[in-house]
């Protein structure tokens, strides 16, 4: 063969070779592999097609749906009061009135310019009309707390329940004639659906509360005071005792926890 007989041989060979590659396609040789570089980005596994599209919350720019508003905090148990509705705090008496401590109370009150609630016991009422008298003279509300501090009454049938607020009204307002009666509290808070049911049929609001101090448990007035402070909070209302056996400590308390509570929240009567 000459040599330019072998030189065409050649041309013809790389040809084919040349046609059959392009005929067969991109083979994995052809795939670049390249390390990031600088400003460049890696490569992302989102990417890739069988990877799930990224999330509305995980797109950049998205702004995720608003959350639904929490519900009220202002009930308790079986829709009984337990806030004001405003930053200020109201404080409650309850078990009077008591010919010794319910005065002093209505003194402090008089003197700090704070008005309070005060849940009356029937029983108390009917020994001690003068004092509910001043109660309401002096500006304060007034709540039934059952006619003798029956802590079982809820449990009792809605009839029993009725005759029980309606003796304890009656003996209010004998007292105080036209007395307006907004609230209703259950001694020890042990509500019921009918006991609820039954204050609202009457007019009368259950009222519960969220600060607790147990003064009943008869603690010493510092330990008062600083229970009511600690567990006080916006809107806050705040159980406490003129009535139901002695209540120095309460009364020795009250001035503390009147001024913090002031300064702090401001007080409001209940309405």
């Given at each position: ?12 060979v ?5 046609g ?32 799930p ?67 009356l ?6 020994q ?6 001043r ?23 809605e ?61 010493t ?30 009364l ?20």
């Open positions: 063969m000459t040599q330019r007989a072998a030189i065409v041989s050649a041309l013809v790389l040809a084919l070779l040349v059959g590659r392009w005929a067969l396609g991109r083979g994995p040789v052809d795939t670049i592999l390249v390390e990031p570089g600088p400003g460049m980005p890696a490569a992302s596994a989102s990417a890739s097609p069988d990877a599209p990224p999330s509305p919350s995980s797109t950049p720019g998205h702004k995720p749906p608003p959350k639904s508003p929490k519900p009220p905090k202002g009930t308790g148990p079986i829709e009984t009061r337990r806030l004001t509705g405003s930053k200020k705090i109201a404080l409650t008496f309850d078990d009077g009135p008591h010919p010794v401590w319910t005065p002093k109370v209505l003194d402090l009150l008089r003197q700090t310019g704070v008005k309070a609630t005060f849940c016991v029937g029983t108390e009422v009917k001690y009309p003068a004092l509910v008298k109660i309401v003279r002096e500006g304060h509300t007034l709540c039934n707390h059952t006619w003798h501090h029956e802590l079982d009454l809820g449990t009792k049938p009839a029993e329940i009725r005759a029980n607020l309606e003796a304890t009204n009656r003996e209010i307002r004998r007292a105080v004639p036209g007395a307006k009666i907004k609230f209703f509290r259950h001694p020890g808070g042990m509500w019921t659906a009918a006991a609820v049911k039954v204050s609202r049929d009457l007019g009368m609001t259950a009222l519960g509360w969220d600060v607790d101090p147990l003064d009943w448990k008869k603690p007035a510092d330990a008062i005071r600083t229970r009511v402070i600690n567990q006080a909070r916006p809107g806050s209302i705040v159980l406490l005792h003129d009535g139901g056996g002695d209540r120095a400590a309460t020795a308390a009250c001035p503390g926890i009147v001024s913090e509570l002031k300064h702090k929240y401001g007080i409001a009567l209940l309405r």
